[in-house]
């Protein structure tokens, strides 16, 4: 089972873009669901997250502009990006807690990636 991200693109700065991962087929329970981005030569670093119940957090870099959600019966995380900057340009990386079938333990699975790009 892989986490599989989609949503990525081209978007002018002011613009909205949609992300959304999921894992790509069954699994036996999942937690905690995040995006992080790593622009070039900089730092992965977490953009936002959330909890199975539904708990956020967010960098300071998007709050207000970014909006994360789930829907818990598809087991799929969505990044609801709005207000884009050219700032925002990296590549987006999903990641999720979960157990992959029953008697295993939780672990932390990555995304493939999805590239954003803001600009004019």
């Known amino acids: 089972v892989q986490l599989q991200a989609s949503g990525g693109g081209l978007v002018q700065p002011g613009g909205s873009l949609r992300l959304s991962c999921a894992p790509s087929?069954?699994?036996?329970?999942?937690?905690?669901m995040g995006w992080y981005r790593q622009a070039p030569g900089k730092q992965r670093e977490l953009v936002a997250k959330i909890t199975s119940g539904g708990t956020t957090d967010y960098a300071d870099s998007v709050e207000g502009r970014f909006t994360i959600s789930r829907d818990n019966p598809k087991n799929t995380v969505y990044l609801q990006m709005d207000s884009l900057k050219p700032e925002d340009t990296a590549v987006y990386y999903c990641k999720a807690r979960f157990i992959e079938s029953w008697g295993g333990h939780f672990r932390s699975y990555w995304g493939q990636g999805t590239q954003v790009t803001v600009s004019s």
């Open positions: 087929g069954r699994i036996f329970s999942i937690n905690d």
